[in-house]
Every structure is written in structure tokens, then in C-alpha cells.
């Protein structure tokens, strides 16, 4: 049901962009393939990464 849902969105131009700030690698690649199917990234966030991470996507989506 959920994938049907993003499915749909993705064709109407709305994106699925997932910041992962857990630790738990088990999920990852779960929320990276409904990143994927949303048309969207997959990122892994840490306090050294967070500020260029979430810039670079508002930044992206914009110019699309």
C-alpha cells in the first residue's frame, strides 16, 4: 500500500527524498529503495555530514 502510494506521487512530480539519522544499517536498504521508487535520494545523516547533505537536496529539487 505504501509503495503504491509513492508510486503515484512520483508521476505527479512529488519526490521522496529520505534522510536516514539512525544507526541502524538493517533499514537502509529498505528506505533506499522507497527513495528510489519516489524519484528521490537516500542519505545517510551524521553531525559531520547534516548541513551539506540537506543543502545540496533543497538545492537539487529546486531546479527541477
Known sequence: ETEALIKKFSKQDVYLTIFNFGIGAGS?????????????????VSKENV???????VKSKRKK
Open 28 to 44: 537502509s536498504k529498505a528506505l533506499e529503495r522507497l527513495a528510489t521508487l519516489g524519484n528521490g535520494n537516500y542519505a545517510l
Open 51 to 57: 548541513d551539506g547533505n540537506l543543502i545540496r537536496e
